[in-house]
T-cell receptor, first 113, second 113 residues
């Protein structure tokens, strides 16, 4: 089975800290995504990537950046964490030609205090 | 604008009864439709998808979904609910302008013994 692994399940950070959320997939998928999930709002796309060193802004990129130096790893960076970035963060991937059967990681619940 | 709606925040069903979780969509072209499930403190898992073909799509865990073009709906169904089906269910549709998935807000399904 394809695995998408997010490095932390729970994370508590202080306001103003730089935060790194890591996502690794083990099946050579080209496409990777970062979402945040908030109650009543569903999933909102932060950034996505179609290939190594390629990134595209999603619907809510403000306050975030990403890095994809290797195909299997897609990192989400909160440049200066704020309390309104407290959320569940989900990473997903899928291969080209799959017709969008996304595989998700287990999520990272980030609390900014 | 392309969109997807899940009109019910929560659905309550007695164990053994049939269940339906509703989804309606709006897209400009042919719809690519998906259902995902999220169990507590987990990432999303793919249940089923409609791309083309038979309007009744069968998926994982005994779930199925019926595509209705005239009503622009893609309701998720199961003939006999289990307590273990209690989870958060997301409907999604492909955005034709950028090929990303547009997500519904989610429906919490509660199956009571």
């Amino acid at each position: 089975d394809v695995k998408v692994t997010q490095s932390s399940r729970y994370l508590v950070k202080r306001t103003g800290e730089k935060v790194f959320l890591e996502c690794v997939q083990d099946m050579d998928h080209e496409n990777m995504f970062w979402y945040r999930q908030d109650p009543g709002l569903g999933l909102r796309l932060i950034y996505f990537s179609y290939d190594v060193k390629m990134k595209e802004k999603g619907d809510i990129p403000e306050g975030y950046s990403v890095s994809r130096e290797k195909k299997e790893r897609f990192s989400l960076i909160l440049e200066s964490a704020s309390t309104n970035q407290t959320s569940m963060y989900l990473c997903a991937s899928y291969p080209d030609g799959e017709n969008y059967g996304y595989t998700f990681g287990s999520g990272t619940r980030l609390t900014v205090v | 604008a392309q969109s997807v709606a899940q009109p019910e925040d929560q659905v309550n069903v007695a164990e053994g009864n049939p269940l339906t979780v509703k989804c309606t969509y709006s897209v400009s072209g042919n719809p690519y439709l998906f259902w995902y499930v999220q169990y507590p403190n987990r990432g999303l898992q793919f249940l089923l998808k409609y791309i083309t073909g038979d309007n009744l799509v069968k998926g994982s865990y005994g779930f199925e979904a019926e595509f209705n073009k005239s009503q622009t709906s893609f309701h998720l169904k199961k003939p006999s609910a289990l307590v273990s089906d209690s989870a958060l269910y997301f409907c999604a549709v492909r955005d034709d302008s950028n090929y990303q998935l547009i997500w519904g807000a989610g429906t919490k399904l509660i199956i009571k013994p």
